[in-house]
T-cell receptor, first 113, second 112 residues
Framework: DQQVKQNSPSLSVQEGRISILNCDYTNSMFDYFLWYKKYPAEGPTFLISISSIKDKNEDGRFTVFLNKSAKHLSLHIVPSQPGDSAVYFCAASVENYGQNFVFGPGTRLSVLP | DAGVIQSPRHEVTEMGQEVTLRCKPISGHDYLFWYRQTMMRGLELLIYFNNNVPIDDSGMPEDRFSAKMPNASFSTLKIQPSEPRDSAVYFC??????????FGEGSRLTVL
């Protein structure tokens, strides 16, 4: 049973528009969340994180929103650029339990010029 | 720092052969992880170490899989004997006590 779910395997967005990637989790103990981006033939790279004491974290064009009651987080990319085309993984952990991150299956984002 | 270094980048082998994947974590990181990426399951955690000690190996699929971390700068993931269903990209990642993980570029394994 997947503890971290990304129900959209793929998403296509026009350049300049907003990309919204969603992630749901089932374990209420999770209190630290990250988004990773992965290009083909490369390892995942860290994008942005959020702790459960916040409901929003922003870094440039990337914003992550956390809704603890719904066990849902989302990554917003505004404006989307062709270079954002990649697979995005959501990951969750229990912060004081070390680094045992659970990853979702990923969403492939395609930003069309 | 050069980042997490994995070798080989690509491995093609025949069913039944032994496969050894290697990883050099970032110096100073307390944690080391082995993940497997497949189309069906995404990124699965196989095993992770803290200060060279295996903490959780519940993700290791079978006894054919084993992992070691003899020192803070080196880890291996071994599959013996390998099977076609083991074909995947295997990632090593390391991290400090808190914060994000840093991934290597992965080892793509093909078992014929």
């Amino acid at each position: 049973d997947q503890q971290v779910k990304q129900n959209s395997p793929s998403l296509s967005v026009q350049e300049g528009r907003i990309s919204i990637l969603n992630c749901d989790y089932t374990n209420s103990m999770f209190d630290y969340f990250l988004w990773y981006k992965k290009y083909p033939a490369e390892g995942p790279t860290f994008l942005i994180s959020i702790s459960s004491i916040k409901d929003k974290n922003e870094d440039g064009r990337f914003t992550v929103f956390l809704n603890k009651s719904a066990k849902h987080l989302s990554l917003h990319i505004v404006p989307s650029q062709p270079g954002d085309s990649a697979v995005y993984f959501c990951a969750a952990s229990v912060e004081n339990y070390g680094q045992n991150f659970v990853f979702g299956p990923g969403t492939r984002l395609s930003v069309l010029p | 720092d050069a980042g997490v270094i994995q070798s080989p980048r690509h491995e093609v082998t025949e069913m039944g052969q032994e496969v050894t994947l290697r990883c050099k974590p970032i110096s100073g990181h307390d944690y080391l992880f082995w993940y497997r990426q497949t189309m069906m399951r995404g990124l699965e955690l196989l095993i992770y170490f803290n200060n060279n000690v295996p903490i959780d190996d519940s993700g290791m699929p079978e006894d054919r899989f084993s992992a070691k971390m003899p020192n803070a700068s080196f880890s291996t993931l071994k599959i013996q004997p390998s099977e076609p269903r083991d074909s995947a990209v295997y990632f090593c990642a390391s991290g400090p006590n808190t914060g994000e993980l840093f991934f290597g570029e992965g080892s793509r394994l093909t078992v014929l």
